[in-house]
């Protein structure tokens, strides 16, 4: 990721820089800009990541607006100069100006920029708003808040968000003790921009820490900063803010990967050692990036000087100043206000489309006391988690494990019931006593128009599903019990065959679907109850295929020709259940999607997503994550990070309308073709 952001820059090229006399003087006297082609080249990374297209802030190859002239830097646009011989002192002038390109159809993204606390003044330098403005992007304030929901709120209306460099941390937040070089702190940015950086995390805002940003990020995230380091390269110069004074190596990523977007653009990491020079003005450094992030650039004596995170977010941090660098600076916010854009085009689409995710197990872990209206770190779905991945509805199932054996389903349970009938029951009616408690937030959503109905609400939606038909006991009669409790599809059976068909994992029982099994997808067909073959083995799919009178589903399956699993479809499937008018929901459990010893990560699951597009026809493919049944990926690894998945598909150019589909418009519309069907 640093590798890809500042290679666009030779160790050799020109620095475009000011003296600090021209620092304070009007952007009219600032340095001429020398060529720099290959950098705007580089770093102009839209959606197609092509150089010469529209790019960040479109025009001139992707860092002057069109019209701009490339003749100087800093840029002329952000600050206004109360001093600048042509200002008007008119205000219709002003006002006229204003709206003579109303309505601006090119939304820029909002950067906040975190302040300084100077006395009774919020303050930062104005650098800072010059290369957010240059690289396209909407400079705002955000100012220390005592209140916690006052930070969350104010995070709602930004697409990424700027740490600042400034005072040292207080190391009481790191369990330390000061030591003697440590120097002022500043207690209610520690405070706040700590808070700060975590909820920006949850919520997938892209975050960029400069020099004590950096260090905000790794306390933040479990790592550590050196109160006061002593090295042999002098880390706080004397030259002027712009000037190099020391270089620092990119270090490429361990294994040869790619980085956190690499599938993109000129995402293919560094194969070597990559130098780079830059300014420096601190005493406080990382030496502990923490869980979350890895180091990606040292200078010369070992200091920690860049770090990336590597869980999928875009989240950087630097220990240099890249806002007093000029054009060699630029890069870095190139890129952060690269990733709001996409971003707040992520969020936006939320808005305006249907999310849904057709499987999720969080049941399983009812017995434990979990608190699905809460954030619960033991789940990977809750409602706060929902917000923050921009999720409208979930199918959650009740899971029931297959006894072996000689086994009772009462030793498979954590609750004391008769039998998987009363289990299914119990776990649906904990369900709707979570709704009842948050009722103006979530709902049991029973038929695709309650899911619209809940979205125009202003509600999330949660839709009713078993996992394993094992639930039915042998008898016929519990499916219309269970459709009247409000279940939409029904798995017909789970690692193990059953007394409905056979499974994936089974011993082949019946040869495919047994003669209940049979009068199941009849029953399932007459009530509209999808029916739901992940689990199944190929001859029970393709003789329920046969046998259903409506399209079927796969709930969370992914693509056997890129990891052969016997959970996963194969091609032949695949185009069976496309041309029967079904839909398959691609998984994110690891062991679908990536071999024994690779690791799964959302650019693996991204691939299959994409395979199953390609053999089946954009109309048939879905998500169906699998969270808390051992779904999760690097990158996607709760329902907080969903809006992910989106952020991809929107860089790989994929129209709304299809990531629409994917989202739950093809699955709710065979939901609706088979509820419509039912006699």
Same mark, same amino acid.
């Given at each position: ?82 001093? /600048? ?32 606390? /100077? ?100 306390? @933040? ?138 499987? /999720? ?59 998987? @009938? ?183 699951? $991204? ?28 990158? $996607? ?36 073709? /088979?509820?419509?069907? @039912?006699?």
């Amino acid at each position: 990721m640093i590798h890809n952001i500042l290679k666009t820059i030779s160790p050799s090229s020109s620095r475009g820089e000011t003296s600090p006399s021209e620092q304070n003087a009007s952007p009219s006297s600032a340095t001429p800009l020398r060529d720099g082609s290959k950098a705007r080249q580089t770093m102009e990374r839209n959606t197609t990541g092509k150089p010469g297209s529209p790019g960040i802030t479109g025009g001139n190859n992707g860092i002057y607006p069109q019209g701009r002239s490339n003749a100087a830097y800093p840029p002329q646009g952000g600050v206004m100069s109360a001093s /600048c011989p042509s200002a008007s002192f008119s205000i219709d002038d002003i006002v006229s100006e204003a709206y003579s390109g109303y309505p601006d159809s090119s939304r820029r993204p909002v950067i906040g920029i975190t302040a300084n606390v /100077c006395g009774e003044d919020y303050a930062h330098r104005q650098a800072y708003f010059r290369q957010v403005t240059e690289a396209g992007g909407l400079p705002v304030m955000l100012c220390p808040m005592e209140d916690a929901r006052q930070c969350a709120s104010m995070l709602d209306i930004v697409d990424g968000v700027i740490l600042t460099g400034g005072s040292d941390h207080n190391p009481l937040w790191m369990g330390e003790e000061p030591v003697r070089g440590l120097g002022g702190i500043n207690p209610a940015r520690d405070r706040f921009e700590l808070l700060l950086a975590r909820l920006a995390y949850n919520r997938n805002i892209p975050m960029l820490g400069i020099c004590r940003g950096i260090q905000t990020m790794a306390i @933040a995230f479990g790592g550590h900063v050196v109160q006061d380091i002593t090295s042999r390269v002098k880390h706080s110069q004397d030259a002027p803010k712009g000037e190099p004074t020391h270089s620092i190596i990119i270090e490429p990523r361990g294994g040869g990967g790619e980085d956190m977007y690499g599938v993109l653009g000129n995402g293919v990491c560094a194969r070597r050692l990559f130098p780079h020079y830059v300014n420096s003005f601190h005493h406080q450094a990382v030496d502990d990036a923490g869980p979350l992030f890895r180091v990606a650039a040292r200078s010369a004596d070992g200091i920690v000087e860049a770090m990336e995170c590597v869980t999928g977010h875009s989240a950087l941090g630097v220990q240099w100043h890249p806002e007093q660098m000029g054009r060699e600076g630029l890069p870095l916010f190139q890129w952060l206000v690269s990733e709001a854009r996409i971003f707040s085009k992520s969020k936006s689409l939320h808005r305006r489309i249907m999310t849904v995710d057709s499987h /999720c197990d969080t049941p399983m872990f009812f017995a434990k006391g979990v608190d699905f209206l809460s954030r619960d770190s033991r789940i990977l779905y809750d409602l706060p988690k929902m917000d923050e991945g921009h999720i409208d509805a979930v199918q959650m199932v009740c899971y029931l494990p297959q006894p072996k054996l000689g086994q009772r389903f009462s030793e498979c349970v954590d609750f004391a019931v008769d039998g998987p @009938a009363s289990y299914a029951d119990l776990i649906f009616d904990k369900i709707e006593d979570i709704c009842r408690q948050a009722p103006s937030r979530l709902s049991i959503a029973r038929t695709p128009a309650d899911v619209y109905r809940d979205k125009r609400s202003g509600r999330h939606s949660i839709i009713l599903g078993i996992e394993n038909g094992l639930a039915l006991e042998h008898d016929i009669r519990q499916i219309q019990h269970f459709r009247q409790r409000g279940v939409t599809y029904i798995t017909l059976c789970h690692n193990g065959d059953n007394d409905i068909c056979d499974s994936a994992r089974g011993c082949q029982t019946h040869g495919g679907l047994s003669s209940f099994g049979r009068d199941v997808i009849r029953e399932m067909n007459r009530l509209g109850i999808m029916v739901d073959l992940s689990h199944a083995a190929e001859t029970s799919f393709y003789q329920a295929l046969e046998l259903s009178s409506t399209p079927i589903v796969c709930s969370h399956s992914s693509c056997r020709a890129l990891c052969d699993h016997p959970r996963n479809l194969t091609d032949d499937q695949m185009r069976a259940l496309a041309a029967a008018g079904g839909v398959m929901q691609i998984t994110l459990y690891h062991g679908f999607l990536a071999k024994d010893g690779e690791e799964a990560t959302i650019d693996t699951f $991204i691939r299959h997503l994409y395979h199953a597009i390609d053999i089946m026809g954009i109309d048939h493919v879905g998500i169906g994550t699998d969270f808390d049944g051992d779904g999760g990926v690097r990158g $996607i690894a709760s329902a907080s990070e969903l809006i992910n998945i989106t952020r991809h598909l929107l860089r790989y150019n994929m129209p709304e309308g299809d990531i629409e589909k994917l989202w739950g418009k093809n699955w709710l519309r065979v939901m609706n073709l /088979c509820q419509a069907a @039912a006699n």
